[in-house]
């Protein structure tokens, strides 16, 4: 979600947010998001991380007056990749809760928010970038809610069953819509 940054929102303000200005100023770019890495207790200032790793203190009140986007951040979902070249093979659509230690945190397998209200397993990795809409593929919406059993049949029988009262089906479709990836788990 994107707000301008106010009286009202400014205690808000909270580390793994980011902020974006309106226009061009000094040191800081509009087409660029700038990730709030500390939020300093008395609601005066913050610290801003650049892309190339540089930090600098920011007070709160020039956020106001200079025009600054505030952008919130976890949980949202994100394309994440344990390779700097998010390979189509090996990004995955997840829910990404915290950066920490330099590694992404999401929720174990949560392609989207109301998956991962139910999910206390975590995974990390090492690069994460924003969904890109347009690149962003969707599956013909099935309820999957009472599936509990899962056949894959190929040109001769049936090469796989699965059928279990307690199995949980979720359907992904990946690989620039070449892969159909179904994911069974208990309920």
């Not at 106001?64 to 998010?86: A, C, H, Q, T, W």
């Not at 990004?91 to 990404?96: A, G, M, S």
């Not at 040109?155 to 159909?180: I, P």
């Amino acid at each position: 979600m994107v707000e301008m940054i106010n009286k009202t929102n400014m205690k808000n303000i909270k580390k793994g947010d980011y902020i974006s200005p309106k226009e061009d100023l000094t040191c800081f770019k509009s087409d660029k998001k700038y990730e709030i890495i500390k939020h300093y207790k008395d609601g005066e200032s913050i610290v801003v991380m650049d892309d190339a790793g540089d930090s600098v203190e920011l007070l709160i009140k020039h956020l106001k007056e200079d025009g600054f986007e505030l952008i919130r951040g976890y949980p949202k979902v994100m394309e994440v990749s344990n390779l700097p070249n998010f390979p189509t093979h090996r990004t995955f659509k997840r829910v990404v809760f915290m950066r920490k230690g330099g590694m992404y945190l999401t929720w174990y397998f949560a392609q989207t928010l109301k998956d991962a209200e139910d999910v206390v397993a975590t995974n990390s990795y090492k690069y994460a970038r924003e969904v890109e809409e347009d690149k962003e593929e969707h599956i013909q919406q099935i309820d999957t809610s009472n599936i509990n059993r899962v056949e894959v049949i190929d040109g001769k029988s049936r090469s796989y069953v699965n059928w279990q009262n307690n199995n949980n089906v979720e359907l992904s479709q990946q690989d620039d819509g070449k892969t159909l990836k179904i994911f069974i788990k208990s309920k």
